[in-house]
T-cell receptor, first 116, second 115 residues
C-alpha cells in the first residue's frame, strides 16, 4: 500500500530564509507525487507534480521539489520565504498503475509560519 | 474558466439527520473525487466518479454515498449523521484521472458541522 510521511507538523522560518518541507513516500510502483498548498478556509491548490519526466520539478510561486528514488523522498524547497507563503502544505501520492490518479493519498500536512 | 464549485460552503446539522453536498467540476472535466478533511485524520479519500460510474471507493461506511450526473456534476450524501462526520468535505475534478499528467483541481469545500 502506498503512504506518505511528512516530517514536521509545524515549520517556522524567517522571511527571506530557505524553506524546506520534507516528504517521504512508500510505493511499490513508480509513483506520481504532488505538493498542494492550503490557505485558511480554502481548498487545495496544486504547487507542483512529479510524473517521471524530470527529477527536479519546478512549480508555482518559486517552489521546487526533487524526486530522489534512492531516498524515497520528494522534499519541497523555496530559496527565499515570503510572508504570503504561510499556509499548510500537503504532499500526496497516487498510483496511476492502479488505474486512476483520482485517489490521492495525502500526508498529514506541514504548517509553515513565516516570521518578519 | 470557472473553477470547481462546491455548495453550500457551510452547513450545520444535528445527529441522525442526513445531508447532501454538491460539486460542479471545471467545464470539460469528467472525473470527480471527494475527500474528507479533519484535524485528527487529515485528508482521506471518499470516492471517485467518472462518467456517472464509481471508479474507486475509500474506506468509509455505507452511510457515505455519492453519484454523478450526465453533466459531470456530483453529489455526496451522508445519512444518519454522527458527531465525527464534522469535517471539511473537498471535491476535486480532472479531465480523466486514468490518463497520465492529470492533476486534480480542488474546490473550496463544504464545512459540515454536526451538533
Amino acid at each position: 500500500a502506498q503512504s506518505v510521511t511528512q516530517l514536521g507538523s509545524h515549520v517556522s522560518v524567517s522571511e527571506g530564509a530557505l524553506v524546506l518541507l520534507r516528504c517521504n513516500y512508500s510505493s511499490s510502483v513508480p509513483p506520481y507525487l504532488f505538493w498542494y498548498v492550503q490557505y485558511p478556509n480554502q481548498g487545495l491548490q496544486l504547487l507542483l507534480k512529479y510524473t517521471s519526466a524530470a527529477t527536479l520539478v519546478k512549480g508555482i510561486n518559486g517552489f521546487e521539489a526533487e524526486f530522489k528514488k534512492s531516498e524515497t523522498s520528494f522534499h519541497l524547497t523555496k530559496p527565499s520565504a515570503h510572508m504570503s507563503d504561510a499556509a499548510e502544505y500537503f504532499c500526496a501520492v497516487s498510483d496511476l498503475w492502479g488505474g486512476s490518479q483520482g485517489n490521492l493519498i495525502f500526508g498529514k500536512g506541514t504548517k509553515l509560519s513565516v516570521k518578519p | 474558466k470557472a473553477g470547481v464549485t462546491q455548495t453550500p460552503r457551510y452547513l450545520i446539522k444535528t445527529r441522525g439527520q442526513q445531508v447532501t453536498l454538491s460539486c460542479s467540476p471545471i467545464s470539460g472535466h469528467r472525473s470527480v473525487s471527494w475527500y474528507q478533511q479533519t484535524p485528527g485524520q487529515g485528508l482521506q479519500f471518499l470516492f471517485e466518479y467518472f462518467s456517472e460510474t464509481q471508479r474507486n471507493k475509500g474506506n468509509f461506511p455505507g452511510r457515505f454515498s455519492g453519484r454523478q450526473f450526465s453533466n459531470s456534476r456530483s453529489e455526496m450524501n451522508v445519512s444518519t449523521l454522527e458527531l465525527g462526520d464534522s469535517a471539511l468535505y473537498l471535491c476535486a475534478s480532472s479531465f480523466d484521472s486514468s490518463l497520465p499528467n492529470q492533476p486534480q483541481h480542488f474546490g473550496d469545500g463544504t464545512r459540515l458541522s454536526i451538533l
